[in-house]
């Protein structure tokens, strides 16, 4: 039985999930990230409203939630290696937390849904008329005894 061509594509990951689902996604990553900026910039405790007190740390850990750093840290953070420092605010870490939930949630329902699309396009196995039920060998047929065809 010849197998059906199935045409490729270089964005062939992304029919996992559906169109608004990769939306939704989306909207989230610019409202989280536009959150987490918002919060840096009216925190009193953030080190854009508090650089004063943070002068004598590490330059790494001086971390200022420009819109920019923002957008990155809600990218990176979906990464094993992580988003950096997190803010020091308690409404920007409790945003962050949500956003690495939503996005632990969000990979394994993505990793689950793969697995299953990549499982059930394997097995696909069209039929679709009697040329193509005689031509192959896997599925086994005859007529049904005590039938009008027996």
Do not use: H
């Not at 909207?27 to 987490?36: H, R």
């Not at 499982?119 to 192959?136: F, G, W």
Request: glycine share 4%; aromatic share 16%.
């Amino acid at each position: 039985m010849k197998k059906p061509s199935v045409p490729s594509s270089l964005f062939k990951f992304l029919t996992v999930l559906e169109a608004n689902v990769w939306a939704c996604i989306l909207a989230a990553y610019f409202v989280t990230s536009f959150l987490m900026y918002l919060f840096d910039r009216l925190s009193p405790y953030s080190y854009y409203n508090n650089k004063e007190k943070y002068k004598d740390d590490d330059e790494d850990e001086k971390r200022d939630f420009s819109l920019k750093e923002s957008l990155w840290f809600c990218m990176t953070s979906l990464t094993p290696q992580g988003g950096g420092e997190a803010p020091r605010n308690l409404s920007g870490r409790l945003v962050a937390a949500t956003w690495w939930l939503f996005g632990f949630i969000i990979i394994a329902s993505y990793t689950a849904n793969l697995a299953a699309f990549l499982t059930v396009s394997r097995l696909d196995s069209p039929i679709e008329s009697l040329d193509d039920l005689a031509k192959q060998y896997k599925i086994k047929y005859a007529p049904q005894e005590s039938t009008s065809a027996a």
